[in-house]
């Protein structure tokens, strides 16, 4: 928790940019009947009968000091998806950074064994050798700020039928070129000061040594 939150401190450099890392999955829901169309005095009617077409996943990389977020839809959220998320990250939103300080979860794929499972040894090393890696401790998700940018993708955007992942695609895309348009930050307060007061019940207690 305490190495997150010193990352947190650290003030912006174009050099090493910090960025958050998380993903969610997206229930896909077909209509059944074709909604009813607005119409005066009336609002949209959409049948209660729906029909699941499967998930997408959603890949969330965010830049809070920034406002920058980019956000990549799959099929899937393998250990291979990871790492081509991971490569995009470094070639494409990042190509001039010279270190990119990643905060991300401790998820099973979320590790650089799976760049090694998607990519020949030397391409991973040079993926790997582009990022600092800091892991947000276990039942800490809330520290990890790209959690929080999940959380607004999904009331704002998400929060209804979508049919597809061309959809899916097409709609966060929108989202997240209006979002990064309007360049909203995140103003992280919480301090590792304030967790040694307010979380002062997680830190172990050291009693005293005892001297004959």
Known sequence: MEDT?????RPPDARR?????DEATKQ???DVREPLPIAPGCPEAI???YERNGTGNLFMMFEPLAGRREVLVTERRTATDYARAIRHLVDVCYPDAEKIVLVQDNL???????LYEAFPPDEAQRLIDKLEIHYTPKHGSWLNMAEI???????QCLDRRLPDLETLHREVTAWQRD????????DWQFTTADARIKLKRLYPI???VKTK
Do not use: I, M, W
Not at 5 to 9: E, G, P
């Open 5 to 9: 939150l010193a990352v947190y401190q």
């Open 17 to 21: 940019p910090q960025v958050c890392f």
């Open 28 to 30: 896909l829901v077909k």
């Open 47 to 49: 049948d209660y009968e």
């Open 108 to 114: 099973n794929t979320h590790q650089p064994a799976s």
């Open 149 to 155: 940018e999940l959380g607004v993708l999904r009331r």
């Open 179 to 186: 979002r990064n348009a309007a360049q909203v930050t995140v």
């Open 206 to 208: 050291l009693e005293p």
